[in-house]
T-cell receptor, first 111, second 118 residues
Framework: QKEVEQDPGPLSVPEGAIVSLNCTYSNSAFQYFMWYRQYSRKGPELLMYTYSSGNKEDGRFTAQVDKSSKYISLFIRDSQPSDSATYLCAMSLGGSYIPTFGRGTSLIVHP | GAVVSQHPSWVICKSGTSVKIECRSLDFQATTMFWYRQFPKQSLMLMATSNEGSKATYEQGVEKDKFLINHASLTLSTLTVTSAHPEDSSFYIC??????????????FGSGTQLSVL
């Protein structure tokens, strides 16, 4: 079993839809949970960063962490074609530990 | 926001030649920089971790003599692919963590380098 599981997709949705992206993990010691967005042939950019369980909202994006289920989600409201990208989840023990990345979910938002 | 500049963004070279990729943190000091390799539709594969002024730590299976990493200053790390072969063709991405925070959970990535070896 991989430490972080993420469905590669692609996930295709119409513009304006609510998108739900998810990751599961096996290491209960993870404390930090991140979502990165990566456009084609570009480096990832940090979208959301959450410590421990709970929700965090930033504009159209909401990150949710359920440590009891070892499950994290990223919700995108009112999705736009410009949201079309690969979304990678990442998790870390914190401090000097290196984050573990999921393989990414490809999202396509069509007009 | 923290900016990491990576050059070149795209390079084609002949088999047997060496290629150097630069990674610079523009507005912060990077204690640690990471080098990743990414195949199409795959996740990031960590190749090595470099700390300023010390030798890089390579992940299992990554050839140290093939992928030379130098982290000469708090703002610059370089990856040199020596005697490149077609199987080295890939997308290489660097990232850095901010020395001020001292934490690696917030990584800032370069824009990546697509290497094609003929």
């Amino acid at each position: 079993q991989k430490e972080v599981e993420q469905d590669p997709g692609p996930l295709s949705v119409p513009e304006g839809a609510i998108v739900s992206l998810n990751c599961t993990y096996s290491n209960s010691a993870f404390q930090y949970f991140m979502w990165y967005r990566q456009y084609s042939r570009k480096g990832p950019e940090l979208l959301m960063y959450t410590y421990s369980s709970g929700n965090k909202e930033d504009g159209r994006f909401t990150a949710q962490v359920d440590k009891s289920s070892k499950y994290i989600s990223l919700f995108i409201r009112d999705s736009q074609p410009s949201d079309s990208a690969t979304y990678l989840c990442a998790m870390s023990l914190g401090g000097s530990y290196i984050p573990t990345f999921g393989r990414g979910t490809s999202l396509i938002v069509h007009p | 926001g923290a900016v990491v500049s990576q050059h070149p963004s795209w390079v084609i070279c002949k088999s047997g030649t060496s290629v150097k990729i630069e990674c610079r943190s523009l507005d912060f000091q990077a204690t640690t920089m990471f080098w990743y390799r990414q195949f199409p539709k795959q996740s990031l594969m960590l190749m090595a971790t470099s700390n300023e002024g010390s030798k890089a730590t390579y992940e299992q299976g990554v050839e140290k003599d093939k992928f030379l990493i130098n982290h000469a200053s708090l703002t610059l790390s370089t990856l040199t692919v020596t005697s490149a072969h077609p199987e080295d063709s890939s997308f290489y991405i660097c990232s850095a963590s901010d020395r001020g925070t001292g934490a690696n959970e917030k990584l800032f990535f370069g824009s990546g380098t697509q290497l094609s070896v003929l």
